[in-house]
């Protein structure tokens, strides 16, 4: 019986085996016919999968055109961006130009003065008529042909024969140029007195940068986004004058001859009196200047006695300073220096200009060190390097100041012309790009004209194109106010 029973479960066993042994069959069968039918298409999807790959690096490589294509075109937006918004922002700062109106104040209303007018219209330099003092000279204001000037008076060389003030042999050049540089940041020179050795100026009400710097009582009347806007305009009236052949260097930039209108626009004096005298007498002002002076001086130019525009950056970097701490200039010098090296730098900001961003004040900080280097090489460009930090804090400045804070709505800047500085209501644009109102670019080609106002460059023709775009703009623009 047990073999019997043994038997029966080896049976069982052996066909439960072949069961199962047969089912494997069957799946190796299936399998196998499976794996036949994909070698059959094994040809045909690497066929697909070599065709993919080939479409693959093909769309990688139009993809990376492509992004380099709009990388190229952005940069080329973000620079032409760049270049209108700063263009229009100077153009809008522009001064109303002088037309045929015989009512409006002429350089050559000047060019005949004599000694006896400048007598006359200082009464006869009374004392209380200066109004200022400098290397080159004494500054008296008076009336001259019914208008308010200021009156400088260059120091005399002690030589009769004194061909070295280059105005008494060629005024009607040097003179004359000087008077036709006009920039919104710069005082207009109207003439000169060969006679007295004298240059006549526009008078500027408001006083000097010096004045609000030194006395605290009127510190506070410069808050600090006046204050940023100041070395703006500086700045811009620099870049003016280093790209102007008739006057490419001040030589003599500090904050007595930063002078602010009733606006508080800046108003740059003293420009080009370096080249109506001569390198000798440039070198003697130098030497002789008084010490406060010397303290906005390049030290090269100190060791030279050659006047660069690379001075200029110095003496501009030593304004900046300050008007950040309305200190004295050496001091400001190096306390910014320490203070930034401590992470200190609120502490010596002038706290009656309100309280200072204290990141846009460490980048004016650092700017103004950078400009203040012994080594004119390590001075940065004033172009690509001052303005390009300097110029886009311009709408942190306008966002403060210009926004009446009533009922006005701040003007878009481009809807100003640059000469007349108000809303254009025929906008045309000139032959250098930029657009002004018809009328005043006629008047200002009229007058004689043949350069762009913004630029100062020869214009290749004085055709007139009109901004329909920008018309219906302003159009636009009024109908919303």
Known sequence: ???????????????????????????????????????AQKPALERQLSEARC????????????????????????????????????????????????????????????????????????????????????????????NKVAIKMLPSSGSQSDSEFKIEASMSTQVEILSRVRHPNLVTLFGACPESR??????????SLEDYL????????????????????????????????????????????ILLDVHFVTKISEFGISN?????????????????DLEYIDPESLETGELTPESDVFSFGMVLLR???????RGALRDVKCALERGKLDSILDMSAGEWPLGIAKKLANLALKCCENDSMDRPDLVSQVWAILEPMRELCSASSSVDS?????????????????????????????????????????????????TN???????????????????????TA
């Open 1 to 39: 019986m047990d073999e019997i029973n043994r038997t029966k479960e080896i049976e069982e066993l052996l066909l439960r085996v072949r069961r199962e042994t047969e089912t494997m069959k069957n799946q190796h069968d299936e399998i196998l016919k499976e794996l036949q039918l994909i070698e």
């Open 214 to 257: 030194s006395n605290p009582a009127k510190a506070c009347s410069l808050p600090w986004q006046t204050r940023i806007r100041i070395a703006i305009e500086t700045c811009a009236a620099l870049m003016f004058l280093h790209a102007n052949s008739s006057c490419n260097v001040h030589g003599n930039l500090k904050p007595s001859n």
């Open 55 to 146: 479409s693959e690096r093909e769309l990688e490589d139009k993809i990376v055109q492509a992004v380099n294509l709009l990388i190229t075109f952005k940069g080329t937006r973000d620079e032409l961006q760049m270049e209108y918004d700063s263009s229009v922002r100077k153009i809008n700062r522009y001064r109303a130009l002088q037309t045929e109106d015989p009512s409006v104040i002429s350089p050559a209303h000047f060019f005949g003065t004599s000694f006896s007018d400048i007598i006359e219209a200082t009464e006869n330099f009374k004392p209380s008529q200066k109004v200022g003092e400098g290397r080159y000279g004494s500054v008296f204001k008076g009336i001259l042909n019914h």
């Open 276 to 292: 109506l005298v001569s390198q000798n007498e440039n070198c003697l002002n130098l030497y002789t200047s008084d010490p406060k």
């Open 323 to 329: 008007l950040l701490t309305a200190r004295a200039a």
């Open 198 to 207: 004298s240059l006549i100026y526009e008078y500027i009400d408001n006083g």
């Open 457 to 479: 460059l020869m214009l290749d023709n004085c055709d007139l194109i009109p901004n329909y775009a920008l018309y219906y703009a302003i159009q636009e623009w009024h109908q």
């Open 406 to 454: 009533g009922s006005k709505r701040k003007i878009p800047s481009h809807f100003v012309c640059p000469i007349i500085q108000d809303v254009m209501t025929d906008p045309h644009i000139a032959g250098d790009g930029y657009t002004y109102e018809a009328e005043a670019i006629q008047g200002w080609f009229n007058s004689g004209h043949k350069t762009s106002p913004m």
